[in-house]
């Protein structure tokens, strides 16, 4: 799977989460799922450093999922 991809699918995951909530709006939710995917994309990362020398390529996807989703 490619980062891109991973992001949407970290956003689309959490979006559907929030999407149960009626009293925001789809634009706040949205926002919501992406800050949501950030959360669990920056704890994945911190969990990773701890072997960061055996993790190097998985942190870099992760790096980059990031990223992907700040795109979105």
């Known amino acids: 799977m490619t980062a891109k991809e991973k992001a949407e699918e970290l956003v689309n995951r959490m979006y559907e989460v929030d999407a149960f909530d009626d009293y925001n709006n789809i634009s706040m939710q949205y926002n919501h799922a ?39």
């Not at 994309?41 to 989703?69: G, P, S």
């Open 34 to 72: 992406k800050l949501c995917a950030l959360i669990a994309v920056d704890e994945i990362l911190t969990a990773l450093e701890q072997n960061h020398w055996q993790n190097r390529m998985i942190i870099d996807y992760y790096l980059e999922i990031k990223q992907e989703i700040e795109k979105l």
